[in-house]
């Protein structure tokens, strides 16, 4: 095969054949929204290659659809067979003829957000993240509400301003009330911070009244996609009091184009940090297979990285809180979004938020162009990448989750 074929992906290329991610992409000369999957530098046009190579109907069918959510209610099963058919569509030397016209280099695609999302929920898994900002937000209180060790706490977001990565962000407005004053005023946030966080996308529908017990999460978790929730820290500290945070979050959350599948991420398995509060028999995974993950996260700030957060060191695993989610019999929908919450590891450059990295703004970092943050000012572009071990020492690309603070409007 020569290396200018597009077959041509080194084995440990990070978005290699055993990583396979969902996307949505657009072309300049033909700007329908398909789903793509991404195949090293490349994007595949996933509906165009089943119809290609004759796929059966129900693959086909899947893949020809504008956006993931069809697919994601098609349940695990299916997602099985679909990841089966592309692995035989990019690796079996019958299809390279049909095939190969059909992967797009990435310059030539936009990517758009890949799935409607039906609701987004919000978690707060990192022990070392709760930590820290408790002690910001409620100095002289135990850090940890005393709920903390026995369930994953979670506030409903705003699925509508879920945004692609690469939209820009626009410096929300909002109440706020300074340092030692009494009353609050309106105006631009003054300390407008990002949340390093991994995505997870539910597929396969649930009734209400039904529950999704730790070990039928597998079947419900499509993927997981990398995530920024920018938080208004002076609109959150005022307003959150006492039913959690709201306009200090739902202006803008942004995910990575790609949903790296759960299948890929079969070698990042790794059991989370011991629990030290028995848990209740719903969440106690003392004997369940390990659910934590693996993933190496970097968190940049004008190209410049500013921390590592590791998914790792997360106290609550994805089957937790979906588990936590749907005990009371809430139902499932396709597209449904739900975030662990900021990762923060337990070193000072391994926190997911830069409230902590600056001590609440107090240490401000230093920047190689020499000027310093607290928090982001206009203009500042943030990117959080991840990636995760694979099979064989070779690593699963998540890509990058980017976005550029423009000023308030008036
Ligand atoms: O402790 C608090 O009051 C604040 C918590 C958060 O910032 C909420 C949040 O988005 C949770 C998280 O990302 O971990
Ligand atoms: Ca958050
Ligand atoms: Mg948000």
């Known amino acids: 095969m020569s290396t200018d074929s597009p077959f041509a992906v080194p084995y440990d290329d990070p978005f290699g054949v055993h990583n396979l991610p969902y996307g949505v992409f657009r072309t300049a000369g033909r700007p329908q929204p398909r789903i793509g999957v991404r195949f090293g530098g490349r994007v595949l046009d996933a509906g165009a290659a089943a119809r290609a190579v004759g796929a059966p109907a129900e693959v086909s069918g899947l893949l020809s659809a504008p956006l993931l959510n069809p697919l994601l209610a098609a349940g695990r099963p299916a997602w099985t067979r679909v990841r089966a058919a592309l692995t035989e569509w990019l690796t079996g030397e ?43 937000f409620r100095a002289g209180a135990d850090p940890l509400t005393p709920n903390w060790k026995h369930l994953p706490i979670g506030y409903h977001g705003r699925a509508g301003t879920v945004v692609v990565s690469g939209s820009p962000v626009v410096r929300p407005c909002g109440q706020r009330r300074a ?56 609109v959150q500290a005022w307003e959150y009091v006492p039913l959690g945070p709201f306009l200090g979050k739902s202006f803008a959350t942004s995910v990575s184009p790609w949903v790296v599948p759960l299948d890929a991420l079969a070698h990042a398995r790794t059991a989370p940090p011991p629990r030290d509060t028995p848990l209740l028999p719903y969440l106690d995974d003392a004997a369940a297979p390990p659910r934590g993950l693996d993933i190496a996260m970097e968190l940049r700030l004008n190209g410049h990285t500013v921390s590592r957060p590791p998914f790792a060191a997360m106290y609550w695993t994805y089957a937790q809180m979906l588990a936590h989610m749907t005990v009371n019999g809430a139902s499932l929908r396709p597209g449904d979004l739900f975030a662990s919450g900021t990762v923060s590891g337990p070193e000072p450059d391994s926190v997911g938020a830069l409230i902590e990295l600056t001590h609440g703004g107090q240490r401000p970092v230093a920047l190689p162009d020499g000027s310093t943050r607290a928090f982001l000012e206009d203009g500042d572009e943030v990117v959080i990448t991840g990636s995760a071990p694979g099979p064989g020492g070779v690593r699963v690309g998540l890509g990058e989750v980017a976005g550029r603070v423009e000023p308030a409007r008036d």
Do not use: K
């Open 94 to 136: 019958q299809h390279r003829a049909a095939v190969g016209p059909l992967l797009v280099p990435l310059a030539d695609v936009a990517l758009d957000l890949p799935f409607e999302v039906a609701d987004y929920v919000d978690f707060y898994a990192s022990e070392h993240h709760a930590v820290n900002v408790g002690r910001i």
């Open 179 to 234: 340092g030692g004053e009494d009353a609050p005023s309106y105006g631009p946030s003054l300390r407008l911070d990002v949340e390093a966080e991994l995505g997870f996308v539910v597929g396969g529908a649930t009734g209400r009244g039904s529950r999704v017990a730790m070990d039928g999460a597998d079947e419900h978790v499509f993927g997981v996609c990398l995530l920024n929730d920018w938080s208004a820290r002076d």
